[in-house]
């Protein structure tokens, strides 16, 4: 069993910046994809970033040039550094990892969300 924890989020001016964390703990052996999702209330979860193992982020066209996805993959840690935050990006934000156990079994993994609110 593998499991994620998120942390960092808050309440954010907007302009703000925020950096979110999610660790996966658990008999890992290996984690492909690591991905931020989002969901505003009374939206659908839309997905927001995704890195590789090797470390090539993907955006959507709502966060280019103000998110930032990093990893650390000593640590199976993912990053997500947010800059100049507008109301819009309020949400709760989840982290999905999927890679393999040392029980050859692949995992597809979720944590419990931490909420991002952009308010003045």
């Known amino acids: 069993q593998v499991q994620l924890v998120e942390s960092g989020g808050g309440l954010v001016q907007p302009g703000g910046s925020l950096r979110l964390s999610c660790a996966a703990s658990?008999?890992?052996?290996?984690?492909?994809?690591m991905t931020w999702y989002r969901q505003a209330p009374g939206k659908e979860r839309e997905l927001v970033t995704t890195?590789?193992?090797?470390?090539?982020?993907n955006y959507v066209d709502a966060v280019k040039g103000r998110f930032t996805i990093s990893r650390d993959n000593a640590k199976n840690t993912v990053y997500l550094q947010m800059s100049s935050l507008k109301p819009e990006d309020t949400a709760v934000y989840y982290c999905?990892?999927?890679?393999?156990?040392?029980?050859?079994?692949?995992?597809?993994?979720w944590g419990q969300g931490t909420q991002v609110t952009v308010s003045s």
């Open positions: 658990g008999r890992i052996l290996s984690i492909n994809t």
């Open positions: 890195i590789t193992s090797g470390g090539i982020p």
């Open positions: 999905n990892a999927k890679g393999y156990t040392f029980s050859s079994r692949s995992f597809d993994s």
